[in-house]
C-alpha cells in the first residue's frame, strides 16, 4: 500500500503541474489574442481615417490653381498607397496572429476538458480504493478474497 501512496502523490503531483499550465496558457494566451485583435482594430480604424483624409485632400485638390492640384493629388496618392501598405498588415496580422491565437484557445479549452475527465476519474479510483481499504480492515478474515 506504500507504493501505491507515492504513486498516487506522484500523480497528484503531475496532475497538479498540468492544471497550472493550462491555467498559465488560458490566461496568457487570452491577454495575447485580445491585445493583438485591439491592435489590429486600431490600426483598421488608422487605415479608415487615412481614407478619409485622402478624400477629402483630394477634394480640396479639385479646388485649387492647377500646380497645387498636382502637388496634393501626388501626396494623396502616395499617402494612400501607405493605406494599401497599412490594410496588408491589418491582413497578415489577422491571418498569421489573431487567428492562430483564436483556435489555440479552443485546443486549451479541450486540454481543460480532457484534464476535468482524468481528475475525476482520479478521484473515483481514489474513492474506489479508500472503499477497499476500509472493506479490508473491517473484515481481515476475508483477505484472501478480496483481491484489487
Excluded: W
Excluded at 498516487?8 to 488560458?26: F, G, K, P, Y
Excluded at 479552443?106 to 477497499?132: C, F, H, P, W
Aim: net charge positive; hydrophobic share 35%.
Amino acid at each position: 500500500m506504500m507504493m501505491l501512496g507515492r504513486g498516487l502523490d506522484a500523480r497528484d503531483n503531475q496532475t497538479r503541474q498540468i492544471q497550472d499550465a493550462v491555467s498559465n496558457v488560458e490566461k496568457h494566451f487570452g491577454e495575447l489574442c485580445q491585445i493583438f485583435a485591439g491592435y489590429v482594430r486600431k490600426t483598421a480604424r488608422l487605415r479608415d481615417k487615412a481614407d478619409l483624409l485622402v478624400n477629402e485632400i483630394y477634394a480640396y485638390a479639385a479646388t485649387e490653381t492647377p500646380n497645387l492640384k498636382v502637388g496634393l493629388k501626388n501626396f494623396a496618392d502616395e499617402f494612400s498607397r501607405l493605406q494599401d501598405y497599412r490594410q496588408a498588415e491589418v491582413d497578415r496580422l489577422e491571418a498569421k496572429v489573431v487567428e492562430p491565437l483564436k483556435s489555440y484557445g479552443t485546443i486549451v479549452k479541450l486540454k481543460r476538458d480532457d484534464l476535468k475527465a482524468t481528475l475525476t476519474a482520479k478521484n473515483r479510483e481514489a474513492k474506489q480504493l479508500s472503499q477497499l481499504e476500509k472493506t479490508r480492515q473491517r473484515n481481515p478474515s476475508d483477505r484472501h478474497i478480496i483481491v484489487v
